[in-house]
């Protein structure tokens, strides 16, 4: 079993910036065979997927975030990060970690297995 526990939302003015957090634990090692993304969802709308990476540290993101988003990973500490700036409301959402188990780089998020509960991020203009 693995478990994924977000932390670092926050409410943040237009052009501010945001670092989110996602801390694994239990039968897993980001030295193995896992993909790791970061995927956001507003009330109503479909969950969209944000970023991707890989145990080789390749990254896939999302037309909405790229050069503006970075995803990153802890190897050591099991934590899996997301640099978010030039914030914009339409950023706003719950984002959750996911980890998508013997996956290569993937932002499609039925290929991910275990998902963290979620941090909020509010984006106001």
């Known amino acids: 079993q693995v478990q994924l526990v977000e932390s670092g939302g926050g409410s943040v003015q237009a052009g501010g910036s945001l670092r989110l957090s996602c801390a694994a634990s239990?039968?897993?090692?980001?030295?193995?065979?896992?993909?790791m993304g970061w995927f956001r969802q507003v009330p109503g709308k479909e969950r969209e997927a944000v970023a991707a990476?890989?145990?080789?540290?390749?990254?896939k993101y999302a037309d909405s975030v790229y050069g503006r988003f970075t995803i990153s990973k802890d190897n050591a500490e099991s934590t899996l990060f997301l640099q978010m700036k030039s914030l914009q409301p339409a950023d706003t959402g719950m984002y959750y970690c996911?980890?998508?188990?013997?996956?290569?780089?993937?932002?499609?998020?039925?290929?991910?297995?275990?998902w963290g509960q979620g941090t909020q991020v509010t984006v106001s203009s």
């Open positions: 996911a980890a998508a188990y013997g996956r290569g780089l993937t932002l499609v998020d039925n290929a991910y297995l275990y």
């Open positions: 239990g039968a897993f090692s980001f030295s193995s065979s896992y993909c």
């Open positions: 990476i890989d145990r080789l540290d390749n990254t």
